[in-house]
């Protein structure tokens, strides 16, 4: 299958990852936040800005229509294909699937007050050590002190400091990373820094161009 991008070790497929699995070699990770089946509508958002890849036409500023993408979760057949290319395993919404009892959970403590958001976010792993939680403040305008909001694409895009912490609790051996279900990218963004190669696949053109687009940008030099 021809991809949608390949640069540096980052590989983007655009297509049903029902298809595209088959075809891959086994990697390392699977890292990955797959649609939890709770109808979460699409945000109406355009590209990120100040980019200049040399596909960005086809995602200049647009309204974007909803989506049903998160209609339905992933059969398990689907999660047990895609966990069997990897050794290690981290499941962002672990507990809206079928999966083996774990001994190590990843938390993601949001840190956003009293209202009528989750307080946390699992992700399921199959990590052989004790559980780990990380607190980065990211719901609507509370953000974590200290960073800059991030511009968000997708209506479930995790904040980049969050999956770049997952990443790392994987075994330091982990040099190639699989995510079938990508999204706007974030997970490939933070492959790509830490220098690990990454292969993500996705079914909307849309949210291709976006993590090509952001995967060009954090290609930059600080300078440029």
């Not at 040399?54 to 993408?69: D, G, V």
């Not at 992700?123 to 200290?146: F, Y």
């Not at 694409?153 to 699989?178: N, Y």
């Amino acid at each position: 299958m021809q991809p949608y991008y390949a640069h540096d070790g980052i590989t983007i497929y655009r297509g049903d990852c029902r298809e595209v699995i088959p075809t891959l070699d086994p990697c390392d990770l699977l890292l990955t936040d797959p649609p939890y089946g709770m109808g979460s509508g699409s945000v109406i958002s355009g590209p990120g800005r100040g980019h200049n890849h040399t596909r960005s036409k086809l995602a200049e500023a647009r309204r974007y229509a909803p989506a049903e993408w998160d209609a339905t979760p992933p059969d398990p057949a689907l999660l047990d294909a895609v966990r069997a290319l990897a050794r290690w395993q981290i499941i962002f919404g672990g507990n809206y699937f079928h999966l083996p009892p774990s001994r190590c959970w990843l938390v993601w403590d949001k840190d956003n007050g009293a209202n009528d958001f989750a307080d946390c976010e699992l992700a399921w792993t199959n990590l052989d050590q004790a559980v780990r939680k990380i607190r980065h403040r990211s719901q609507g305008m509370l953000t974590e002190p200290g960073t800059q909001k991030e511009f968000r694409h997708h209506p479930t895009q995790k904040p980049e400091a969050v999956i770049r912490w997952a990443l790392l609790q994987a075994p330091a051996t982990v040099k190639t990373m699989l995510d079938p279900f990508m999204g706007s990218g974030t997970t490939l963004v933070a492959a790509q820094r830490l220098g690990r190669r990454a292969i993500g696949i996705e079914l909307d053109e849309r949210y291709c161009e976006i993590a090509a687009q952001r995967l060009a940008q954090a290609a930059l030099p600080l300078w440029a």
